[in-house]
């Protein structure tokens, strides 16, 4: 079960991030659209790729907004919670409700922290899928997670009262349903059109969530950096 105040620190990060201009690591594939996964593209239905194409053009627009608009990195000695709180209390709402998964995270991971949550900062994680995978997400487990992978996250694998908060995937859920809850995700973005950009294994581009993306992203070594661990 989903702890209540968890529930409002998802919403209120969606929220935040929903009057932005959107992440800019997230495109929709057109018909003229070089795609990195091509092996895919004979699976879509026409009425998928139309679609798609109508949302490339806002999107993309979005997408180089959102890059002029995302926040500093962070810097040498702070905390993923510290950064997460610059972002979020930084300044005009509208300033800084650009991102990616990462400064999703460190928002979430803030506000996990603060009143009126106030989970202690030793059981609040960033969990970081490291290359070949890119991903980052929020988690919150009382005692130190294990997990070696993102695939390695499925029910018996320990820990069951850990708790993923992952807005940039819209998934809230125990830690150990989270690679299947992120595996019918990234399916479901592939069948929409959306296109993912991954430094993958046919270079830098844009990819099919739903191919080899998912593949690197659960079986990718997965880190855990601490509330308090300095950058």
Known sequence: ???????RVFQEVRDFYAAGVKSNNKVYARDD????DDW????????VRLMAGNLF???N????????????PPIAGQTFPGWGRIIYNGG???????????????????????????????AVYLGAITPPGDHAFCLISMT????????????GSGNPAALVLDPWLNTLCAAEDYWENAQAK??????????IAWNGNLGRGWYNPSGAYATAFGGAPLRFIGATDQL
């Open 61 to 72: 627009s979005n997408r180089e907004l959102s890059a002029q608009n995302r926040p500093a």
């Open 57 to 59: 053009r806002s999107r």
């Open 186 to 195: 990234v399916r479901k973005w592939g069948r929409d059109g959306k296109r």
């Open 40 to 47: 895919d593209d004979h699976r879509q239905k026409w009425s």
């Open 1 to 7: 079960m989903i702890p209540r105040e968890l529930k």
């Open 33 to 36: 659209f070089v795609d990195r």
């Open 92 to 122: 005009a709402r509208a300033q800084f409700t650009s991102g990616n998964c990462m400064e999703m995270a460190a928002v979430c991971m803030a506000l996990a922290i603060d009143p009126p949550c106030s989970y202690p900062d030793a």
């Open 144 to 155: 130190t997670p294990r997990w070696a992978s993102a695939s390695a996250m499925v029910r």
